[in-house]
């Protein structure tokens, strides 16, 4: 929400009965090196016994009252950017059945699943953003219907999509997430398809990306337009090399509108 983060606390649930503490111990380091990466610092946590490993933080920060960045607040005209490429869920239920054959995918995914969305943006840059949030488990799409309202639509260019390398083949074996075909039935409501008439002529992988369930995924920012270029360089020098104008906001009723 445009702010910086402070202080984190560990959330972990762990079954000591079936894997080794050693495992614990490197999840809980990897945790630490990432909060000290942010800048904030790490104050303790609360762990649980559970059959199924899990770990995640709770983030407290700051952000100016006059500073912060909303879900909704984009205009239209706003160009649409995307930090990070798609398809990490796809990469996971990949890496899970032991069906990944190129090692650039899963480098790919677990690179942009570790990097933070930590832009250091210039305060001309932050002024620049009128709306923002970020892609995780509602996919791109559950995430952007947020940013719209009854007066809002934003077109979007499915051939402008950035994806994690080798998932669209994964997606085309059927290696799609069970989350994927939950947010598609959740929210394809909300899609209008440009310059066709259906789905039928856009390719499945293409609209796969747009419902996956994304880990740690990236930012979707709402920008002025005659800043998204000078934006744009600035997140790629941070690192982001996947990012991109993907869409842009229009006056409408509440749509994503797909195109080639």
């Not at 009252?65 to 239920?93: C, E, H, Q, S, V």
């Not at 039928?200 to 800043?227: E, H, I, Y």
């Not at 941070?238 to 509440?254: L, M, W």
Request: proline content about 3%; glycine content about 10%.
């Amino acid at each position: 929400m445009g702010g910086r983060p402070i202080v984190a606390l560990n959330v972990v649930c762990f079954p000591t009965k079936y894997l080794e503490l050693d495992v614990l111990k490197r999840i809980l380091e990897g945790g630490f090196d990432k909060v000290r990466e942010s800048g904030a610092f790490l104050v303790g946590g609360h762990s649980v016994q559970d059959d199924e490993p899990k770990y995640g933080l709770v983030v407290y920060g700051e952000v100016q009252k006059n500073k912060l960045w909303r879900t909704t607040g984009a205009r239209p005209g706003d160009k649409l950017i995307l930090t990070k490429a798609l398809g990490t869920g796809i990469a996971i239920t990949a890496i899970k059945a032991e069906m990944i054959e190129d090692e650039r995918t899963r480098l790919e995914a677990e690179e942009s699943m570790k990097r933070l969305n930590k832009l250091d943006l210039t305060q001309e840059l932050h002024d620049s953003i009128h709306s923002g949030t970020d892609v995780t488990g509602f996919g791109l799409a559950g995430h952007l219907i947020d940013m719209l309202d009854e007066n809002l639509d934003c077109n979007l260019r499915v051939s402008e999509l950035p994806s994690i390398h080798g998932v669209k083949e994964l997606a085309d074996m059927g290696l799609v997430p069970e989350g994927a075909y939950r947010n598609m039935a959740a929210y394809e409501k909300f899609i209008e398809y440009e310059d066709s008439e259906s789905e039928k002529d856009f390719a499945r992988s293409d609209l796969d990306l747009l419902f996956d369930a994304q880990t740690s995924g990236g930012l979707l920012l709402a920008v002025s337009p005659d800043k998204a270029d000078s934006l744009l360089t600035h997140i790629k020098q941070k690192g982001f090399k996947y990012a991109k104008v993907i869409g842009e906001f229009k006056t409408g009723s509440g749509k994503i509108k797909i195109s080639h």
